[in-house]
């Protein structure tokens, strides 16, 4: 989930719709470093290659039993919702066309 939806979605804000222009450069460092931080969480790794990254560890590491029970609550539908239509996501933004054969998944929505 964290992989293929959400980080990119932080990593990309412009690119994904979420704002109207690209964010700055320093703001976009952040963003990936942000983005790396979750993915380890999600993961359950530490960083061991990055040396930079290594400060982090012990907040990433504080943070794998809040992530495992958290996580499959993501994936569940809300028993309280109204049914749902379900759309294909592109692979790559652009292509909406429905006969495209790669999709990144589906999502439901209201």
Same mark, same amino acid.
């Given at each position: 989930?964290? #992989?293929?939806f /959400?980080?990119?979605? /932080? ?6 719709? /979420? ?7 320093? &703001? ?6 942000? +983005?790396?931080i #979750?993915?380890? /969480? %999600?993961? @359950?790794?530490?960083?061991t290659?990055e040396? @930079? ?9 504080s943070?794998?039993?809040? %992530?495992? +029970?958290?996580?499959? @609550?993501?994936?569940l539908?809300? =028993?309280? %919702?109204?049914? =749902?239509?379900? &759309?294909?996501?592109?692979l @790559? ?6 006969? =495209? ?10």
């Amino acid at each position: 989930m964290f #992989l293929r939806f /959400i980080n990119p979605a /932080i990593v990309s804000p412009y690119e994904a719709g /979420i704002l109207d222009k690209k964010p700055l450069p320093r &703001v976009e460092r952040g963003l990936k470093l942000m +983005s790396k931080i #979750l993915q380890s /969480i %999600a993961n @359950h790794v530490l960083f061991t290659k990055e040396e @930079h990254m290594r400060p982090f560890n012990d907040f990433v590491k504080s943070n794998f039993d809040s %992530a495992r +029970s958290g996580l499959p @609550h993501l994936c569940l539908p809300d =028993q309280d %919702a109204e049914p =749902q239509q379900e &759309v294909d996501i592109p692979l @790559h933004p652009g292509q909406e066309n429905p006969g =495209q054969p790669y999709t990144a998944g589906r999502v439901s929505y209201k």
